[in-house]
């Protein structure tokens, strides 16, 4: 059994043995691994290194690994090698999902290059078709290896072909059942298969309650399909119902992963799929644009800030609830989106108009706003502040409290509207905006009130 | 082909239906369904309509639909139900794993009774087993329902007793095989069954390679362990390697989903597992214990700035540039915290020591700390501000800019370490930490360079 974990020393002791070249040792080492495990040590290494072991390992286990690698490691990795070499050794021996999504990492005249020196045609024709479906789409994501039978083939014939059809697929989950056109009818479970008489027709035991996407619908879409309806493996047609390929839970999770991450990046102001591991460059690139953007509000919030510096001088004590006030309105803000944004990523909106989350989101804020104001209220009330301060601080808390859920609520809902995602509303960007916006209230609330009191 | 889409109309017709009790036309519109989409026609029902409709549904199609409802919606219907039906027409027609989620979600009393009630005392006791597991670990994900053949079996014993057993599982996927004692040493694939020749011994394709949790793993390091190595059902064993049961991958893919979730509305600021769909009291209390944190770290915060009240009103223009200086505190610190809270989710820390990490963030603070405060002297220069507000401004973003880095970087590492989740480390809590010292780091500044240049 495998259970591996990776330790500095394991790593210390493989660099020893690469430089000493002791390829025995070194196969032994990494023997019991799996590939995923081979992957996770290979990123420990550098180019040099990692290419001593590449051609220790067998062909299979060599493209299974690269199929493991991180995306620049692996373009890194492929880049130093020639077209022939990529060909044979590895995208041969792929499924051709995985193949296309490698060979899509690289530039068109390699791809190209790559694929001329593919042995079996057809095998290179099914990637090439694969390569030219959006990554974002069910076409990206699925594989041409499936098992299909004919509707009007009997359990017999069925078998045989199946036999021949499961060398070239890894994971079988079910056989699809095709009509003469071509045209996903339905599928044949193997637990059905297992337990029917060896005499039945597949047209008498297909199952034609049969989920499908179109090859052009959204990865995301895939995704809450198949975790929607628990399926393991979804197939996939094209325009006029023929069955063109099988997208399975592996590729699903991962687009799972990814949309999540990307997600709470978004959330946390970083604009590139960061992995900790990446240089200090890749960081500084992925997190100064949001820093920025928030540079820029905070400049134009100190010239908003600036207009009342007349009421800031007569009552400084007004900056003592600057932060707080800024803060709120950056919180509800968030906490409003990150709900909203989560539903349109789960496709769990359910059938409220956007009216209607509107209205429930503003009985939601009226009742935090009461809250929240009546505390801070009851605070400055009770260490004995102004009233004018009182006042001001306790009504711009409500008023920004109410603002920020609403606008909150409304961004990502208009976003998602016009196409973009609606993720970024929980970035920098609506915070700082609510900071600003929630500052004008503040300050206006604090002419209004030391006008009246004072 | 199910491609279903709930319509506003689609409830209003079914609602008008129920109205009338017209089941002949109620039957057939939910004919076609999933019971995944019915599962979300339900929870557009109140309570009286829903029961109306479960009770037209065949036994299997009822039991499946409870599964796939939202935990509240699932305890207010079986609440209203004796137990006798809770068990006979729900818990004996599912997989133990969903029988013993959904009885765990009822109180012990409850769960006794309806145990009681089922027909099959050996699944009763399957249930009962899996129920005295945490629902966070892999015992607790687990269903009992897999297909075993033992090690010394020839192929045609194995077909047979794998017939039979197949009649009680869902999914397939793999044949685990036992030694005489239960202990699990291997895997049979299902392929590789289809292409072997009929009179092959067990131990002679079983494959011995094979991945495995302990029982009392936790729940995320089962979703890490099947998605680094692509697996779409794993065995779960004891202490002494008993075979004890099987997580499949949809369960999977709700662990994982439920978790980038919850950190994503951590980091949000929201305390519980919100739906769209839940009602404004629920909001609220998600909501509302963040704000109140948020709230006193604001009060505190005013106290902070109140020390510095002769400052303020002597320089006014120092209360301008507050909100910048909080919001890029808050800002670099969430960045700096998400991408740690990401790395240790996914397991993708790599071998660098503590240490390490916070050296390479400190070079990345250090660079981004230098952009951001050039570039706001420089505007500060260029509008002809004070050269002391000029300096305090862009020494104070330098200092906050690498104290919220190191900050963010430390906290979610430390909170690891004494086993709290790190998530909260992005939420509100860090946010208003950072606020508060990022503005006392300011005035101090203030302070200082007041007093140097003026």
Not at 86 to 97: E, G, L, P, Q
Not at 311 to 332: C, D, K, R, T, W
Request: with cysteine; hydrophobic share 45%; charged share 25%.
């Amino acid at each position: 059994m495998i259970n591996f974990e990776l330790t500095r020393e394991y790593i210390e002791n493989l660099r020893e043995l690469i430089e000493v070249n002791d390829e025995t040792a070194i196969k032994l080492l990494l023997e019991e691994l799996h590939p995923a495990d081979i992957a996770e040590v290979y990123e420990e290494l550098d180019l040099d290194e990692a290419k001593v072991l590449y051609f220790l390992l067998d062909d299979d286990t060599a493209a299974d690994v690269l199929t493991e690698l991180e995306e620049d490691d692996r373009r890194r990795f492929l880049t130093s090698l020639p077209s022939e070499v990529i060909a044979k050794r590895f995208i041969d021996r792929m499924d051709t999902d995985d193949a296309a999504d490698i060979l899509g990492e690289l530039d068109v005249a390699k791809q190209q290059e790559v694929l001329s020196h593919l042995d079996d045609i057809s095998n290179a024709g099914d990637i090439a078709d694969l390569l030219s479906y959006d990554e974002d789409t069910a076409g990206g994501m699925m594989a041409k290896e499936l098992i299909k039978v004919k509707e009007n083939w009997s359990v017999p014939t069925c078998l045989r072909s199946m036999r021949k059809q499961a060398e070239e697929v890894d994971e079988v989950y079910y056989v699809y059942v095709v009509n003469a056109d071509g045209v996903l009818v339905g599928t044949l479970s193997l637990k059905r298969m297992l337990l029917s008489p060896i005499d039945t027709q597949i047209k008498n035991i297909l199952n034609d309650d049969i989920i499908s996407v179109r090859v052009d619908a959204a990865s995301e879409e895939v995704a809450n399909i198949m975790d929607k309806y628990g399926l393991v493996a979804l197939p996939v047609i094209d325009g006029v119902g023929r069955l063109v390929g099988r997208i399975t839970i592996d590729d699903v999770v991962d687009v799972m992963r990814e949309e999540a991450e990307k997600d709470y990046q978004m959330a946390s102001g970083i604009t590139e799929d960061v992995e900790i591991s990446d240089t200090v460059w890749i960081h500084t690139r992925a997190r100064i644009p949001w820093l920025l953007i928030g540079m820029l509000g905070g400049i134009i919030g100190s010239r908003l800030v600036g207009g009342f510096v007349g009421l800031l001088q007569q009552h400084p004590e007004l900056a003592f609830f600057m932060p707080l006030i800024g803060a709120m309105g950056g919180n509800v803000g968030i906490q409003s989106s990150a709900i909203i944004v989560q539903s349109l990523a789960s496709g769990s909106l359910g059938i409220d108009t956007n009216w209607t989350k509107l209205l429930k989101e503003l009985t939601i804020a009226l009742l935090n706003a009461s809250v929240l104001s009546s505390i801070i209220f009851g605070y400055n009330y009770f260490i004995g502040a102004e009233l004018a301060l009182t006042g001001t601080v306790a009504a711009a808390m409500f008023s920004v409290v109410v603002f920020a859920s609403l606008f909150g609520t409304f961004i990502p809902l208009f976003l998602s509207k016009i196409k973009i995602d609606p993720a970024v509303a929980t970035g920098p960007f609506v915070t700082t905006l609510n900071d600003i916006i929630g500052m004008f209230i503040y300050l206006m609330f604090g002419t209004l009130f030391y006008n009246l009191f004072v």
